[in-house]
């Protein structure tokens, strides 16, 4: 199974590396994942007050970058 990162970066390019990463079943999986952690960010920020002005860099286990989720673009 393939290996994925999610690695957090921050407004000012500050990145967040995910080291350990997860195994998936594929791409879409992953991109599924990353929203659904994008819409926890969005929600932790909205409870705290804070700006959710980070993104969601996945990359697949050769560091390739495969999609980039902005916390901001899934709250409605």
């Excluded at 921050?10 to 080291?19: G, K, L, R």
């Excluded at 594929?26 to 909205?46: F, G, K, R, V």
């Amino acid at each position: 199974m393939p290996r994925y990162y999610f690695h957090i970066q921050a407004h000012d390019d500050q990145m967040i590396e995910d080291s350990e990463g997860s195994d998936l079943p594929d791409d879409a999986t992953a991109l599924e994942e990353a929203i659904a952690s994008a819409h926890d960010m969005a929600a932790d920020a909205a409870r705290s007050g804070r700006h959710a002005d980070k993104s969601i860099v996945v990359t697949n286990g050769d560091g390739n970058v495969l999609h980039t989720i902005s916390v901001r673009t899934v709250i409605h």
